[in-house]
């Protein structure tokens, strides 16, 4: 049971455009979500996170929202550069049923054209 | 301030035999999760350690085991290796296991390859 999809695979923009990355959730348990980021043989590098009591978070040039009736979340990246070529996992925690323990989206891999 | 560390960062075991991976959290963060990540299943949770505790348990075989020690540093130990465990074993601190504004900080990861 996939509780936390992120349905598009791969994803390309060109630099200075806006990337959209999407995630879908099933759990209405979940309480927090995150954004990592990850290159290849590295640890998920973390972006930014959300608690379900907020609709948006914003950090320089990651911006995160959610919406808790469609059970969906995005992250916005603007401007959108070379480096942030890498692959986007969506993150999903509810601390009532299952602590800290953290539920993973397939990724996204987002390449970011010069 | 250092980052999440993992040692080894590479192994090559052969089936049935067993492993340590170590993990050393971030300075002052007493909670440690451990993750698998293989190309098929993703990343998937294997347990959690605060106050060296196992506090979460992901839905893995008996096999797979962790510990945690005073100083927050933890093990995870893997014995009669199967080939399914080639995998990428990523660790992840936090300040505590859960509150209002948390995130876990992950290590680079040790690679394991089982032959």
């Known amino acids: 049971d996939q509780q936390v999809k992120q349905n598009s695979p791969s994803l390309s923009v060109q630099e200075g455009r806006i990337s959209i990355l999407n995630c879908d959730y099933t759990n209405s348990m979940f309480d927090y979500f995150l954004w990592y980021k990850k290159y290849p043989a590295e640890g998920p590098t973390f972006l930014i996170s959300?608690?379900?009591?907020?609709d948006k978070n914003e950090d320089g040039r990651f911006t995160v929202f959610l919406n808790k009736s469609a059970k969906h979340l995005s992250l916005h990246i603007v401007p959108s550069q070379p480096g942030d070529s890498a692959v986007y996992f969506c993150?999903?925690?509810?601390?009532?049923?299952?602590?800290?323990?953290?539920?993973f989206g397939e990724g996204t891999q987002l390449t970011v054209n010069p | 301030k250092a980052g999440v560390t993992q040692t080894p960062r590479y192994l090559i075991k052969t089936r049935g035999q067993q492993v340590t991976l170590s993990c050393s959290p971030i300075s002052g963060h007493r909670s440690v999760s451990w993750y698998q990540q293989t190309p098929g299943q993703g990343l998937q949770f294997l347990f959690e350690?605060?106050?060296?505790?196992?506090?979460n348990k992901g839905n893995f075989p008996g096999r797979f085991s962790g510990r945690q020690f005073s100083n927050s540093r933890s093990e995870m130990n893997v014995s009669t290796l199967e080939l399914g465990d080639s995998a990428l074993y990523l660790c992840a601190s936090s300040f505590y296991p859960r509150g209002p504004s948390y995130e876990q900080y992950f290590g680079p990861g040790t690679r394991l390859t089982v032959t």
């Open positions: 959300i608690s379900s009591i907020k």
């Open positions: 350690y605060f106050s060296e505790t196992q506090r």
């Open positions: 993150a999903a925690s509810a601390e009532e049923t299952s602590g800290s323990r953290l539920t």
